[in-house]
């Protein structure tokens, strides 16, 4: 079901501008909570989304804003089939 039109989207980070968070740029921010929306205040940063056991890392694009955290981190191995000989 869609959220409703009248509700901001829905993200539980906040992003602090704190004086020592620009000199540490290269340092991914860890994101637990998959069901976040992008926000356009989360481009260009590195972050590393849990998947339920790691965490992937992920650049944030502009293409991505409005989808959620949860579909840049896949939760799934991909199946290996033994070969034959």
């Known amino acids: 079901m869609a959220r409703s039109i009248t509700k901001p989207p829905y993200s539980e980070i906040i992003l602090s501008t704190?004086?020592?968070?620009?000199?540490?740029?290269?340092?991914?921010?860890?994101?637990?909570?998959?069901?976040?929306?992008?926000?356009?205040?989360?481009?260009?940063?590195?972050?590393?989304?849990?998947?339920?056991?790691?965490f992937i890392p992920c650049k944030i694009t502009p293409e991505m804003i409005g989808h959620k955290?949860?579909?840049?981190?896949?939760?799934?191995?991909?199946?290996v089939h033994k070969k034959k000989k």
């Open 18 to 54: 704190d004086q020592n968070n620009k000199k540490n740029t290269h340092l991914a921010i860890k994101i637990w909570s998959r069901r976040s929306t992008i926000l356009p205040q989360f481009v260009g940063k590195n972050v590393t989304i849990h998947n339920g056991r790691i």
């Open 69 to 79: 955290f949860g579909e840049f981190a896949v939760t799934r191995k991909k199946p």
